[in-house]
């Protein structure tokens, strides 16, 4: 697969996890905390996925070797893989990249609230 079609698949798989995760906050709103079995293994499973593609395209475009069980590592412990990554390839601009996903992941929750809102007017 070529850095184009990856970066796209990655792209879809991104916003394909936005919606489970919008989704699944306005199911845990509406159920007083509770959710399915279901929908919280698609969001940790969409998670998961999207973060192991979008470090290996990373690393490639950035012609970064890894170790060989650096995926395995990242479903192991993606908070701290993640962030070892981020800090190694990009030094303290990584607080940079950490922002935009925790703010990707703030607009997943409002819009899971703004969903809800929508559904129950």
């Not at 184009?4 to 919008?22: M, N, P, Q, S």
């Not at 997943?108 to 703004?114: D, V």
Request: hydrophobic share 55%.
């Amino acid at each position: 697969m070529t850095a184009g079609k990856e970066k796209l698949a990655t792209g879809v798989l991104l916003w394909i996890f936005w919606l489970v995760d919008a989704l699944s906050w306005g199911a845990i709103t509406e159920s007083h905390g509770h959710i399915s079995i279901g929908l919280n293994f698609a969001e940790q499973l969409t998670l998961l996925l999207l973060l192991v593609a979008w470090v290996d395209i990373d690393a490639q475009m950035r012609r970064q070797r890894l170790c060989y069980d650096f995926d395995f590592f990242i479903y192991l412990a993606w908070p701290i893989a993640l962030v070892y990554y981020l800090f190694r390839t990009r030094g303290n601009r990584a607080f940079l990249s950490l922002l935009g996903f925790a703010g990707f992941v703030v607009s997943a929750i409002l819009a899971g609230y703004g969903l809800l809102w929508l559904v129950k007017r």
